[in-house]
Each structure stands twice: as structure tokens, then as C-alpha cells.
T-cell receptor, first 113, second 111 residues
Framework: NAGVTQTPKFQVLKTGQSMTLQCAQD?????MYWYRQDPGMGLRLIYY???????DKGEVPNGYNVSRLNKREFSLRLESAAPSQTSVYFC????????????FGQGTRLTVV | SQELEQSPQSLIVQEGKNLTINCTSS?????LYWYKQKYGEGLIFLMM?????EEKSHEKITAKLDEKKQQSSLHITASQPSHAGIYLC???????????FGEGTQLTVNP
């Protein structure tokens, strides 16, 4: 079972370049999330999607856009990468209803130089 | 939004010692999750607590949610090097559609 799959695993960008991080889940989950993780900061929510067709801002949305392409896929786009966006990015998904466990992808390590 | 504060931020213990990690919420918790992360890897679900006073155990790890549902503790008995990693508490205000996390606790277990 694949669970949550993120691509790519590693990426180096130059300042100003754009890229899209892909995320797909095969668990028929309604909710999907994008987080970034920085040393000493835990996981900070960038955007989330409670269901197909809806997206909402999290704690740190500036500089990012998202697309909930269908129920399976939730992509994160950096239009003009900045060094401050160097981080590890995690995608997660969870089912509908009160307090269901969230499943995480393996992460994308992004460096912006 | 719900804010979660974890303590301590880092912890170094000798193998065999017991330890406790705390997670305090700024609002009532409707569900509290504990995850473990090894460096450079994704998060592994440990357990979820919902009811005030609830306690769950998995192998040598026990988590509790206090009666007022604003604090949780994670206790490891007889720690082993395999317990090393980052422990994160997470919470969603209602249906989990805005799942947020604490800053994490870095645990090192020395053999």
C-alpha cells in the first residue's frame, strides 16, 4: 500500500525559479495538508484542503499556492522561490470525521540557493 | 487557531531511564495525536487521545490526556536507543481539517 506519496524527494532551486511539489494519496481521504518543517519550529501548516474543490490557508501561506486537483492529489507550488523557503515539506492526508489519524508522506527536502 | 507548546524542547537520557514529554494546548483539545519522527523521515503515528482522563499504551510508551483536556503527557519507560527521534503532538479543533503541531521534542538516548 502506497499511502501518501510525495515527489520529488530532493530539489535544489535557484532564487526566483518556480516548482511544484506533488502529493497523492490512495486512501480515499477527504482532507489533505501541506506542512513545512524547519529546525526548532516543528511542523507549520502552509495550506490544507478539507475536501475536493476547497483549499484554505494555514499558518504560513505566503509565497505558496496549492491545487486540489482531485480527491487523490494536492500540489504545492512555489512561483518564485526564495532562500527563506529552504525547508523540508511534508504532505499529509486524513479521513472525514472527528479526530482521524493523519498519514504523512516521506517529505521533500528543498534547498533554494 | 489552536496553539500547542511542548516541553522540553530537547532531552538527553541514558538508556534504561524513564522520561516524560509534555504538550500543553491554548484551547480545549478534541483530539490529541502523538507522532514520532526519525531524522530526515516522515512521521509515524503513535496514538490518539480523545477523552479527558484517557490513557493509552503502546509497548513502553504511555500517553495521557488530562481531565480538562488541555494537556497531554507522553511517558517512555526504560528508554532504548530505538526511542530516539523527534516527538510531536498534534491537534485538530474539530474534525481534523486543520491539524496543527507543537514544535517537537528531540529525544536522544545514549547507550
Amino acid at each position: 500500500n502506497a499511502g501518501v506519496t510525495q515527489t520529488p524527494k530532493f530539489q535544489v532551486l535557484k532564487t526566483g525559479q518556480s516548482m511544484t511539489l506533488q502529493c497523492a494519496q490512495d486512501m480515499n481521504h477527504n482532507s489533505m495538508y501541506w506542512y513545512r518543517q524547519d529546525p526548532g519550529m516543528g511542523l507549520r501548516l502552509i495550506y490544507y484542503s478539507a475536501s475536493e474543490g476547497t483549499t484554505d490557508k494555514g499558518e504560513v501561506p505566503n509565497g505558496y499556492n496549492v491545487s486540489r486537483l482531485n480527491k487523490r492529489e494536492f500540489s504545492l507550488r512555489l512561483e518564485s522561490a526564495a532562500p527563506s523557503q529552504t525547508s523540508v515539506y511534508f504532505c499529509a492526508s486524513s479521513g472525514r470525521g472527528m479526530n482521524t489519524e493523519a498519514f504523512f508522506g516521506q517529505g521533500t527536502r528543498l534547498t533554494v540557493v | 487557531s489552536q496553539e500547542l507548546e511542548q516541553s522540553p524542547q530537547s532531552l538527553i537520557v541514558q538508556e534504561g531511564k524513564n522520561l516524560t514529554i509534555n504538550c500543553t494546548s491554548s484551547k480545549t483539545l478534541y483530539g490529541l495525536y502523538w507522532y514520532k519522527q526519525k531524522y530526515g523521515e516522515g512521521l509515524i503515528f503513535l496514538m490518539m487521545l480523545q477523552k479527558g482522563g484517557e490513557e493509552k499504551s503502546h509497548e513502553k510508551i504511555t500517553a495521557k490526556l488530562d481531565e480538562k483536556k488541555q494537556q497531554s503527557s507522553l511517558h517512555i519507560t526504560a528508554s532504548q536507543p530505538s526511542h530516539a527521534g523527534i516527538y510531536l503532538c498534534g491537534a485538530g479543533p474539530t474534525s481534523g481539517s486543520r491539524l496543527t503541531f507543537g514544535e517537537g521534542t528531540q529525544l536522544t538516548v545514549n547507550p
